[in-house]
């Protein structure tokens, strides 16, 4: 084989590669965006295929896929919204299982502000507001919430709770010091982009209901590869043992 007719044999392999490759558009809550993108990356390499990711509440990214925005998949911080997706028209019925599991920490910009555990941190917090995600929109704001509350603390932080529409906005505020103290995703805390940016203790997952983040393949996807294949990669092993690695827990 002369050194031109292998060098076209290798430009049809990668041309054939191309003709398969699609592009997916993956709606991502918040406390997961990070991660993503690394993920994002190493499917990228491993498949040809192109994902875009989209972050936000998962309150908020599910109102928007049930108004009609073209996501082909949606890796949400719960279980509940990907699950109403699937029994709607708006999901694809079989295609939802849980990806990662996230777990709490209580953070702080100031080290001295945390303590050996969360429970004697929030017993010394400093006077100020304390930062948690919004309840109602993001479910790692409800599970800081009933952690609060089994630490008996809520009736006493609860007048100067502060909340974030996402846990990302949580971390941001928590991170640059205009709140002293607050819970964010331990995933973020533990992020090496972000390890000068925050002290933390873990929050235990005894105190609180299990935070099971859910993906969902959309209608709008039902027929795109590479959102069917990012999926798939989500639960390969070496993807399983990196989220292990970022701070979260796995099935």
Not at 21 to 48: D, G, Y
Not at 129 to 149: C, E, H, M, T, V
Not at 155 to 167: M, T
Not at 218 to 239: M, Q
Request: proline share 4%.
């Amino acid at each position: 084989m002369t050194k031109l007719t292998s060098r076209l044999c290798c430009l049809l392999c990668v041309l054939s590669q191309n003709v398969n490759a699609e592009e997916a558009l993956i709606a991502v809550a918040t406390n997961f965006f990070n991660s993503a993108k690394q993920i994002e990356s190493s499917f990228e390499r491993s498949t040809q295929h192109q994902v875009t990711l989209v972050s936000g509440s998962t309150g908020k990214l599910y109102a928007q896929i049930r108004h009609g925005a073209p996501f082909d998949a949606f890796l949400a911080a719960d279980q509940e919204r990907p699950r109403l997706l699937e029994g709607s028209p708006f999901g694809v019925r079989n295609s939802r299982f849980t990806f990662a599991i996230g777990q709490l920490a209580l953070a702080s910009a100031s080290p001295e502000v945390i303590k050996a555990d969360a429970q004697e941190s929030l017993r010394q917090r400093p006077n100020g507001p304390f930062a948690i995600a919004n309840p109602a929109l993001a479910p790692y704001g409800d599970a800081s919430r009933k952690a609060l509350q089994s630490l008996q603390q809520w009736s006493a932080l609860e007048g100067d709770i502060v909340l974030g529409e996402s846990v990302g906005q949580t971390f941001a505020m928590v991170a640059t010091g205009n709140v002293q103290l607050g819970i964010v995703a331990l995933s973020q805390a533990m992020n090496p982009g972000h390890s000068n940016a925050v002290s933390y203790v873990r929050i235990s997952t005894l105190l609180h209901e299990s935070i099971r983040q859910d993906a969902v393949l959309l209608s709008h996807g039902k027929d795109n590869l590479a959102a069917r294949e990012f999926l798939k990669f989500l639960r390969v092993e070496v993807t399983q043992a990196f989220l292990l690695d970022s701070g979260y827990g796995v099935e």
